[in-house]
């Protein structure tokens, strides 16, 4: 009997044991909805990131285990989305992924004390808050509207331009950028004008471009938008020059448009997959037939350069792992070599020019 016992003790000591001895991260993003194609993304890198370090013998001597939420891309819901994760014990969140959620959500994670490194959060607002918890592994808005911009000017000299956002944080924001930056290039943008994200109706907005003669459209809002405002002009007989941003790297962004999406530009960073340094990743998520472009990898190194971080602090606290990160580096990542800024900002972030053809989007122009 009293061997009995002290083996019942044994056992409930070492699951006790086990229970602890776990490392919990977060990976947050639109999970459902109308963008739940990017959710799907940084949830991928984030699974083979966590799966990659537990392989190699976890964190301090502890696994990962990572906890998704769904913000569907709206604000409101990602509050709750980041009090859950905080409630959950996260250490960490990878995410969020649309700027509107990121931008509300860093201020749960900065009071919790919890390390927030976005994959795909580009408006500036996002770290120019000065928190020491929020970070980003991709460029800002007011980077890659200057590419935008310095492409057009440069490229389409004669075109009549419009610029349209959905009005939302990110669009709006990267919209504003390019306007800025041609004003700046005394490059004339003939109408702008705001959209009502999850419309399904654009013909009124394409029979105005048509109307304006405009020849080159620059849009500023998400696929499933942007897609159907590219349908639609097809079918009006509108046919510009379409330039979108990297929420449309996405083959999402052609299924909604379809073939009107032949010739469609877009500003992204040059491809992840492409480095030697995300060859061993990429060889894994090809395995599993996972798809390694778009956000993937960018998912895959927030989780990777805060391991190595934490590593390094000797602890998962976040202001300690915060200023580690600031201060070390470069961190070697999927991405390559990784520093931040006293802001959280990726150092020397880089944007490309694709090109959408047959489905897929691909590199058309390494610089502007």
């Known amino acids: 009997m009293r061997k009995t016992l002290l083996s019942t003790i044994a056992l409930v000591g070492l699951s006790t044991g086990l229970a602890h001895a776990q490392i919990t991260v977060g990976v947050a993003g639109p999970l459902t909805g109308s963008n739940a194609a990017f959710g799907t993304q940084l949830k991928t890198g984030a699974d083979l990131a966590v799966s990659d370090i537990n392989a190699a013998g976890g964190l301090l001597g502890k696994k990962l285990v990572l906890v998704p939420a769904d913000d569907a891309c709206d604000p409101k819901q990602a509050v709750t989305a980041a009090n859950t994760l905080v409630t959950a014990g996260a250490v960490m969140v990878d995410g969020h992924f649309c700027s509107s959620s990121s931008i509300p959500a860093a201020a749960v994670y900065t009071d919790a004390g919890v390390i927030e490194i976005s994959p795909a959060s580009t408006n500036p607002t996002y770290t120019d808050q000065g928190t020491a918890f929020t ?143 995300a060859a061993k990743a990429v060889a894994e998520l090809t395995a599993q037939k996972l798809d390694p472009t778009g956000y993937v990898l960018y998912s895959y190194a927030t989780i990777q350069v805060w391991a190595e971080a934490a590593a390094k602090a000797g602890t998962t606290d976040g202001a300690k792992v915060g200023a580690e990160l600031k201060s070390g580096g470069p961190w070697p990542s999927v991405l390559g070599p990784i520093s931040f800024d006293a802001k959280g900002d990726v150092v020397n972030a880089a944007y490309a020019i694709y090109k959408f053809h047959d489905g897929n989007y691909t590199v058309f122009a390494e610089k502007p």
């Open 135 to 277: 970070f980003r592994t991709c460029g800002r808005d007011d980077q890659q509207g200057k590419v935008a911009a310095e492409y057009i000017a440069k490229h389409f000299p004669k075109a009549k331009v419009a610029v349209l956002d959905d009005n939302s944080t990110y669009g709006k924001g990267i919209a504003d950028q390019v306007r800025a930056n041609l004003a700046k290039l005394k490059f004339p943008v003939v109408y702008n004008a705001s959209y009502t994200a999850g419309d399904k109706d654009y013909t009124a907005l394409v029979s105005r471009l048509k109307q304006e003669g405009i020849t080159l459209v620059y849009l500023g809002g998400y696929y499933a938008d942007t897609g159907l405002i590219v349908r639609q002009g097809a079918t009006q007989g509108f046919t510009p020059q379409y330039f979108s941003e990297d929420a449309a790297a996405t083959q999402d962004f052609w299924t909604t448009a379809g073939p009107a999406a032949e010739g469609v530009l877009l500003t992204f960073p040059p491809p992840a997959e492409k480095a030697s340094t």
